[in-house]
Each structure stands twice: as structure tokens, then as C-alpha cells.
């Protein structure tokens, strides 16, 4: 029986009489995959696993910080960590005695610290070279201890680590965004229409070919020093200008669509012929498994003058497509022959619509494998990065680059235990999650 | 078959010249001026005409040398802000100054009358005759002449050109130099003044024939020149055929370890499957596949090698050993030196093979033909390496296509963990060093060595499975 029996046709879904009568015993692919998934007890615990670290990450202020929750100074009650969010956002000026306050030392009338008191960036002078976990530390109480010990400088080797958590999960998730993004449009465009199906009239392909050429050049080409300065001005920005000049781009491509339309009363011109969009996008991916990822990353930060987090993250998602291409290619192949989308066809629905509104999302169950797996190799090429030192800037700890600490005092165990089992932990439980999800989209495994 | 394999080779050529292409924009885009590196001067604004004249001159000789002095591509495709001939601009840093100017008034032809008028008034700066009360002058506006090569934005141009004016008027011997100087300040207002913005937004194709960067570093890799490694001056070729061995010693043994352990484990598990001893030999082979290498190898540092704990193998970076050492001596010491690498580098890739090699292996298992030779009567043993285990082996061979660039990317952690001259850590030095042949050179071999990787996984698989036909059947 094939896996795909079990989709719901998107034209049943709003048939409400047959919704009612087959919800006593449901049998939706979805609702059959999570049952598949719950009976294997690692991937549920992984999954609790992964929304733990997620928690941690999104929370990582609040458990480690230098800042207390809540505290009284000089008479006035502050809470100063939802404060130093409204500050970056520019909504909100710190007072003039708390500008550039050394929290730890301030006098509180009262305070209520997080978890952990630091940041991993707060240099703890009396617990410098490397104090082990089990050592006495020179501390005020046990309320300061650096529970996981501290580095040559003096950082808590805990605080850098639930910071570092989010660093990890931020790469997986933002790089594996990029990756789907690219791999599920390439993939369904190679997949659905293969090498016959596009068809486009002579006059359109002029136009587009001369427009998407002038676009670039009108775009991106004119646009280079407003990116360039946006980059070195910060990420968000060449992101903001980045997208205008998408913008202007994708406006191009429709003037040049409109452009076309008269030109197919000649007849020569309305000829319509088809381009071989699986050939071209299937070389395209021999390509992109012929770049080594790592050594790209490695050349591309060798170019780069102030390392950034996020080029790497862009870098990981710009290479790693291929897989969820593969996948998504693979099923619409399948798809595009059922008969409900021939019925959208014969609706007279326009392909784009047919593509992603009634094919992709039939299509998507094997991209979350390729995704699980793909945020577990992301975090281990950054770590393994960071642990290189290459790409991430050295005033950032992230796992790897603690790790890397250990190599250089051998004697710090804990500097090389911790922060590897963390990033152990973490592709540990994105693999399990994976291996869970293609159990249990596994149609073999089912009665 | 023969027709196959050429048309796979056919399809290698357009893959590597867009990885050659990729190669290529990545290194001309890599910040610095290769040549000032090598040359290993800055231009100061101290020293006379002569002394100025002959570094220009080595400069210029040792960038016609390198072939930086032509220009990128066959073609160049641009606004009509800048020239065609803007290549010919030597200095790397000038010509991105001037483009940047002409980008902003969009007129080429005033920018470079202005970078001329710049460049007599510097050499008439360094013209001008040493004396005792003007040359502290002279150094002070030579300096700000350097920063007019450097910016681009008029406000600091303007404040360039008050801080001169500011020199001048308090140097009134100066005043033979003012001709030249009002030259330059004329050349930039008349950048400003005939400002043509709409030039921004007409593109131009300017065509260069083969006589460009690209196409000689393409020939030059193709017969195997590579450049000069920044660092030591001597060819990249010679850098790595020192580094090569060493990785390629240590990876093609891990290779073939994974290979000769991993098969055996992975079609015992799968035979196996549901078995206590089994599922826990799958599970160790999870948990090996998902540790960090660079973590087991870091932690083997701490722990074994030396260091405040146990001492059972030699500190990474150990001496080499002595040429003249007995054969035995060297055996042994090699052997004892390589056991923790070779471990390191091997786990992963044996832990991933297996699994594949067991997945595949229960694929093959569930088929209706191995039901057959079971029901014909065969041995288990013969119905398992004889029809399951020829049939279980396609998944394996993909992985060949994948494992030569895993053991370049292996070799980066292994070797530097470990402190192992080989192609890892040379790149990573070279990286640091910010050497970038070596590292481009490094970046174009693994990529033909994945290339050629796929090409035997496609191969073998032919070999391997007789229903793939490659005749060209739509």
C-alpha cells in the first residue's frame, strides 16, 4: 500500500458531511504519522529534548544573565532585563548611573538574580586561569560560583554555554530555512514540470531572458555599493536592501511578462516550445554535491573581513538544498500524475497555483526528515568551525570555540567535556528526531 | 557502457567550469593587495622620487608578473560609470577609490582626469628639493595626498583639501606646488559639477578577448601551476606535494578500515534484527555516528596524550622522526603515532557505512527472491553473501562519491587536533596567513576530487547492478 494513500484530497477537506463521518476512526496521513511516532519512545523524548533546547534558547537571558530580573536601587525598582530589550529596540535610555554599570558590584536595596549571573561575555578577574568546578573559587557565596568552572580569562563556562544554545539552534534553524526555501522551489519546479511540461511561447522567452538579464544589472548590478555599504553597516540592513532589490527584480519580470503579451499576436512568437527545467535543475545539483561545503565556508570566510555569525549560517543554507530538493523533486513526480491534480487542471487553475497551493503541501512529509537531519549537520559544521576558529568572531563563545579552549589549557577538563557533550546532545537528538520521522513515514511499518 | 562513461565525463566539463567559476569569484573578491603582500612594503610618504619611482616600478613588474594586470574575464558586463581600460589601473585599492567616485558623478572621463592631476601633483611632491623648514610640510601633505587615493565621499575629500589649503597658506615657500594642487582640486570639482547619474543605469558589455586573469588561471591550474604561495614565495604545487602524503596516508587507510569493518557489522546486524546483542551494536553504531570527531579528539588529547592525566600515547606535535632512524624504529613509531588520528578519523565514516550497509541489507532481505533461494534450500550463509549482499552494496557505493571530501573535511579537524602537517592543517594556516592560492588550490582539488568521486560511484554502480542501463531511454 503506498504511503500516500493516506493524503486527504484537498477538495475533500471542505467536504464537511465526509470530515464528520470519518471522524470517529481517523485515518489522516498525519494523524497515522503521529501515532507511528509516539509508539517510538527515543524520538518522542527527542522531541521533548528538542523543545527544551529551544526553550533554553529563547530564554537564555533570563537563566544567565549579569543583570538582576528585579531589583531596587536607590529607591527606584528597576527590571532590567526586560529593560535592556526595550533599550536595544531604542524604545527606552537607561538612567545616567546605570549606563554603564558593573551590575554585580551595584548596591541594591533588594535584587533577584537569574539562575546564573553571568554573561559569557562578564570577565570574572578572581576566577581567571581556568578554575575547575570542584575547586574553591573566589567567590562572594555559592549563590556566584561558576558551577561548570571558568576559562583562561575568567568566563563562566555555564553562562556561554546556554548562550552558546542559542547560537546552535539559530544556525540550524535559519540556515535549514534558506535550504528549504531554495530546495522546495527548485525541487517542485524540476519535479512537477519535468523536461516536457513547461511550455513557454517564443515571445516570453525573449523577453524574459533580455529582462531577467537587464533586471539583474537594474537590480542588484546598479544596486552593489548600497549592498555592499548595507553590509558593512550590519546584517539586517543588507537583508532590508537585499529584498528591495528582489523587489525591483521581480517587478522587472512582470513588466517584462506584460512587455511579451503583444508580441504573441505574430504567430512565429506564439510558438510555444519546452524547456527541459528537470535537466537544467538536475545539473544544478550535480554542482552543488561537487562543492565541498566546508572548504566553501572555509574560502568564503577567508574573504570576509569581520567574521559573522550570519554568513555562515547563509553559507550552510546555500549549499545544503540539495537533499530537500531531492526529496520534493522526487514526490511531485509522483503527484503531478494524480488524478486530482489533473481535476485542478482541468479547473483552468494556473500551474503556480496548482504547484503551491495543491502539490507542495501533499508533498512536504519527507522534507521534514531531510530537514531534521539537515539542522544536526548544520550545528555540527558550525561547531566544528567554531572549534577551528574560522567564521565566528572571537569575542562570541559558542560551543565549539570553548571546546577549542580545552586544546589550548589540556588541563581543563571541564572546558572539554561540557561543551562537546552539548553539542553531542544536540546532533544526537536532531538525528533521533529524523530517524522517528522516517520511521513513521515509513509505510512498511504500518498495519 | 563506453558511451556512458564518455557522456559522464562530458557532463564533468560545464561542473567544473562553474566550480572553477566559483572558485575564481571568491579569490578575486578576497580583500588585500596580493602584490603589497608580497612585496612586503607599504608606501609611505616618506623617501625621495628615485626610491618612490623603483618601488612603483617593482610593483608594477612583480603584478605584470602574476598577470594582475589584466584584465578579469573574457568579458565584463557594467554600468557606463566606469571605463573599459579602468583594469589598467594597477593599484588594487586606487581603482576601487575611483570607481567609487565615478559611481557616484557617473562621469568616467572627468574621474580620471582628476586621478591624473593626483598623481603629477604627488610626484611633484616628491620632486621637491629636501630642505630643513619645508619638509615637514611636504611630509604632512604627502600623507594627506595618500588619503585622497583612499576616499571616496566628498566630505572627506573637502576636509582633505582644507587641511592642504590650511599647509599651503601657512607655508608660503610652498607656493611653486600650487599649480599642481589646484589642478587636482579643479579635476574633483569638475567630477562634481558634470555629474551624469543616469550613466549608473546603462549597461555596457566591454569584450577582452582570452588574454584575461580567468583563462590563465584556468590553463595554469589545468597543467597544474597553481601560483606562489604568499607566505614562503615558493610554488603552491611544491606546498602541497609536501603536505599531500601525509593526509593521504592517514585517509586512505581510514577509508579502507571503515570499509573492511563496516561491512561485516552492518550485515550481521541486519541479519540479526530484533536481537538484544544486535540493537546494541546498532545503537553504539548511532551514538558513534553522531559524536563530534573534533571532541573525541580533543578529549584524547586531554586525557591521553601526555598533558595532567594518563600519558599512553605522544603529544600531538611531536618531533619527526630522524631520517637515519632504524626500520623498525620508524614502523613501530609511525604506527604508535597514528593510532589515535587513524581512530578519530575512522569511527564516523565506519559508523555511517555500517548503518547504510545494514539499511540496504534489510531492504534486500524483505525481497521476494531472497524468499526463493531460501525456499529452494540454500544455507543461509550462501542466501546471504551470495544473493543478498551483491544486491545490498548500491547504497554503499553512493557513499563512495562522498567520502573523498570527507576525508579532506576530517583532515581539517584531525590535523590540527593532532598537529599533523598535512592538507587540513596547511589550509588552515594558509587561511590564517590569509594565503590564498593555497587555499583556492585546495578548494578546486576537492572539488575534482568529488567530482571524480561521483564519476566511480556511477560507474560502479553500472558494475554492481545490471538493470541500470544507461542507454539513453527517455
Not at chain 1, 581567571?128 to 563556562?157: A, I
Not at chain 1, 528582489?246 to 505574430?266: E, N, Q, V, W
Not at chain 2, 569493518?261 to 546494541?280: D, H, M, Q
Not at chain 2, 551483491?390 to 562522498?402: E, R
Request: hydrophobic share 45%.
Amino acid at each position: 500500500m503506498s504511503l500516500f494513500s493516506f493524503i486527504k484530497n484537498p477538495f475533500k477537506k471542505r467536504d464537511t458531511a465526509i470530515e464528520i463521518a470519518h471522524a470517529h476512526y481517523d485515518q489522516s496521513f498525519w494523524a497515522n504519522v503521529k501515532k507511528e511516532f509516539r509508539k517510538n519512545k527515543l524520538a518522542v523524548f527527542s522531541l521533548r529534548f528538542i523543545l527544551f533546547l529551544t526553550f533554553i534558547a529563547i530564554t537564555a537571558d533570563f537563566i544567565a544573565n549579569e543583570k538582576p530580573f528585579a531589583c531596587g536601587y536607590k529607591g527606584n525598582t528597576y527590571f532590567p532585563i526586560l529593560k535592556s530589550y526595550a533599550v536595544d529596540i531604542g524604545i527606552a535610555k537607561w538612567p545616567e548611573d546605570l549606563k554603564n554599570a558593573e551590575w554585580k558590584d551595584l548596591q541594591y536595596d533588594w535584587s533577584l538574580f537569574p539562575l546564573i549571573p553571568y554573561l559569557p561575555k562578564n570577565i570574572d578577574g578572581n576566577n581567571s586561569q581556568s578554575v575547575s568546578p570542584f575547586e574553591t573559587q573566589n567567590v562572594k557565596s555559592t549563590r556566584w560560583r561558576h558551577w561548570l568552572g571558568t576559562d583562561e580569562l575568567g568566563h563562566d563556562v555555564l553562562a556561554a554555554m546556554i548562550h552558546g544554545t542559542r547560537i546552535a539552534l539559530l544556525v540550524g534553524v535559519i540556515s535549514m530555512f534558506i535550504a528549504s526555501f531554495i530546495g522546495i522551489i527548485l525541487g517542485s519546479l524540476a519535479g512537477y514540470f519535468g523536461d516536457t511540461r513547461l511550455k513557454v511561447s517564443r515571445a516570453s522567452i525573449i523577453s524574459f531572458s533580455l529582462f531577467g538579464v537587464l533586471g539583474m544589472f537594474w537590480a542588484y548590478g546598479s544596486r552593489t555599493y548600497i549592498l555592499r555599504d548595507a553590509l558593512a553597516q550590519s546584517f539586517p540592513s543588507f537583508i532590508f536592501q537585499f529584498l528591495v532589490s528582489t523587489c525591483i527584480f521581480l517587478a522587472i519580470l512582470m513588466f517584462a511578462r506584460l512587455l511579451a503579451y503583444p508580441f504573441k499576436s505574430i504567430n512565429y512568437l506564439r510558438q510555444k516550445i519546452s524547456i527541459p527545467l528537470d535537466i537544467i535543475i538536475s545539473r544544478l545539483f550535480e554542482v552543488m554535491l561537487s562543492i565541498p561545503t566546508l572548504i566553501l565556508i572555509i574560502s568564503v570566510s577567508a574573504i570576509v573581513q569581520e567574521p559573522n555569525i550570519f554568513i555562515v549560517m547563509v553559507v550552510i543554507g546555500l549549499t545544503s538544498w540539495t537533499g530537500i530538493a531531492r526529496f520534493i523533486r522526487a514526490e511531485l513526480l509522483r503527484v503531478r500524475s494524480l488524478e486530482y491534480i489533473e481535476s485542478a487542471n482541468a479547473l483552468g487553475f494556473s500551474e503556480f497555483r496548482i504547484i503551491f497551493r495543491h502539490a507542495i503541501p501533499n508533498a512536504l512529509s519527507p522534507v521534514l526528515i531531510a530537514i531534521a537531519f539537515g539542522i544536526a549537520s548544520a550545528i555540527l559544521i558550525e561547531s566544528t568551525l567554531s572549534f577551528l576558529g574560522i567564521g565566528v568572531p572571537a569575542e562570541t563563545l559558542t560551543w565549539g570555540s570553548l571546546l577549542s579552549l580545552a586544546r589550548q589549557t589540556p588541563t581543563a577538563w571541564w572546558l572539554a567535556i561540557f561543551p562537546g557533550f552539548a553539542i553531542f546532545i544536540t546532533v544526537t537528538i536532531f538525528n533521533l528526531a529524523g530517524e522517528g520521522l522516517t520511521d513513521a513515514l515509513d509505510p512498511r511499518n504500518r498495519k | 557502457m563506453l558511451k556512458y562513461i564518455l557522456k559522464r565525463v562530458l557532463i564533468f566539463i560545464p561542473t567544473l567550469i562553474i566550480v572553477s567559476f566559483l572558485t575564481f569569484v571568491i579569490s578575486t573578491n578576497a580583500p588585500g593587495d596580493p602584490v603589497e603582500t608580497m612585496l612586503n612594503k607599504n608606501q609611505g610618504g616618506e623617501g625621495q622620487a628615485a626610491q618612490k619611482l623603483a618601488t612603483e616600478k617593482a610593483y608594477n613588474d612583480l603584478k605584470h608578473q602574476l598577470g594582475l594586470d589584466l584584465p578579469i574575464f573574457y568579458f565584463a558586463f557594467t554600468n557606463t560609470t566606469t571605463s573599459d581600460t579602468a583594469y589598467k589601473i594597477t593599484k588594487g585599492s586606487h581603482r576601487a577609490t575611483l570607481e567609487r567616485i565615478a559611481y557616484t558623478y557617473g562621469n568616467w572621463g572627468d574621474v580620471a582626469k582628476y586621478y591624473k592631476a593626483l598623481q603629477n601633483f604627488e610626484s611633484d611632491l616628491y620632486r621637491q628639493p629636501k630642505e630643513a623648514k619645508t619638509a615637514e610640510a611636504i611630509t604632512r601633505i604627502k600623507d594627506y595626498a595618500q588619503q585622497l587615493y583612499d576616499n571616496y565621499e566628498e566630505s572627506k575629500i573637502k576636509h582633505v583639501f582644507s587641511e592642504i589649503n590650511f599647509i599651503f597658506d601657512s607655508n608660503p615657500s610652498l607656493i611653486v606646488l600650487n599649480g599642481a594642487y589646484n589642478a587636482v582640486k579643479s579635476g574633483f570639482e569638475n567630477c562634481v559639477h558634470n555629474q551624469r547619474l543616469t550613466n549608473r543605469y546603462i549597461p555596457t558589455i566591454h569584450f577582452y578577448g582570452t588574454n584575461n586573469q580567468y583563462h590563465n588561471w584556468l590553463t595554469n591550474f589545468l597543467t597544474g601551476n597553481f601560483g606562489i604561495s604568499y607566505q614562503d614565495k615558493r610554488p603552491v604545487s611544491s606546498v602541497i606535494w609536501d603536505a599531500l602524503p601525509n593526509t593521504m596516508y592517514l585517509s586512505l587507510i581510514s577509508i579502507f578500515l571503515a570499509y573492511i569493518i563496516a561491512l561485516p557489522i552492518g550485515v550481521r546486524s541486519s541479519i540479526n534484527k530484533g536481537r538484544i546483542r544486535e540493537r546494541a551494536t546498532t545503537t553504539g553504531l548511532f551514538i558513534l555516528y553522531s559524536l563530534p570527531n573534533f571532541w573525541i579528539a580533543t578529549m584524547m588529547v586531554v586525557f591521553l596524550c601526555g598533558g595532567d592525566y594518563l600519558s599512553w600515547f605522544p603529544a600531538p606535535g611531536a618531533e619527526p622522526i630522524p631520517d637515519d632512524a632504524p626500520l623498525w624504529y620508524t614502523i613501530s613509531e609511525t604506527i604508535y603515532r597514528s593510532i589515535l588520528p587513524l581512530f578519530c578519523w575512522t569511527y564516523a565514516s565506519l559508523a555511517f557505512i555500517s548503518r547504510q550497509m545494514r539499511g540496504g541489507m534489510l531492504n534486500v532481505l524483505g525481497q521476494d527472491y531472497i524468499r526463493t533461494a531460501r525456499a529452494k534450500g540454500l544455507n543461509e550463509k550462501e542466501v546471504i553473501w551470495k544473493h543478498a549482499f551483491k544486491n545490498s552494496l548500491l547504497p554503499v557505493i553512493t557513499l563512495f562519491a562522498s567520502i573523498f571530501p570527507a576525508a579532506i573535511a576530517g583532515s581539517f579537524v584531525i590535523e590540527s587536533v593532532f598537529a599533523i602537517p598535512g592538507m587540513g592543517s596547511l589550509t588552515l594556516k594558509a587561511l590564517f596567513a590569509r594565503d590564498y592560492p593555497i587555499i583556492f588550490t585546495t578548494m578546486m582539488f576537492t572539488a575534482v576530487l568529488t567530482m571524480v568521486g561521483n564519476l566511480v560511484a556511477d560507474i560502479l554502480y553500472a558494475f554492481v547492478d545490471p538493470r541500470i542501463s544507461f542507454s539513453s531511454k527517455k
